[in-house]
């Protein structure tokens, strides 16, 4: 189930591309899966076919999806893609954290050494 936000500040195609993109990722769409039409989904949603082509044309770009002329678009089955993705999602989000982090008062060196406790909590794991 894909939910558009009209107050959020990102426009309505980004919101659609990573809601795609998070259902890509976590198995929802599974490779080679016809994504829905451009005019079901505007119908669905309630907004523009244009805006629904635009997602579309960049899921494309980004090599999560192909199209098929007359068809439709679906689910690109290259894995390599889906993490280049994911690892591009989560640096978005860390950066946000950091940022938050930074303006609640924390500082570059304790955020980095709380990034260092973590590793070392971590390859203190994998040992065992």
Do not use: C
């Not at 451009?38 to 076919?49: C, D, K, W, Y």
């Not at 068809?71 to 640096?91: A, C, R, T």
């Amino acid at each position: 189930m894909i939910h558009i936000d009209p107050r959020n500040r990102l426009p309505i195609y980004e919101q659609l591309t990573n809601a795609i993109k998070m259902q890509i990722m976590n198995g929802v769409l599974e490779p080679d899966e016809q994504l829905p039409s451009v005019r079901q989904l505007a119908q669905e949603l309630t907004i523009n076919p244009n805006t629904i082509q635009k997602a579309y044309r960049e899921l494309e770009r980004l090599g999560l999806t192909y199209s098929v002329p007359g068809k439709g678009s679906f689910v690109n089955p290259v894995e390599e893609n889906i993490h280049k993705e994911q690892i591009n999602m989560l640096k978005e989000q860390l950066d946000k954290v950091i940022h938050e982090l930074m303006v609640l008062g924390l500082s570059k060196e304790e955020i980095i050494a709380h990034i260092k406790r973590g590793e070392t909590h971590d390859n203190h794991q994998q040992s065992e």
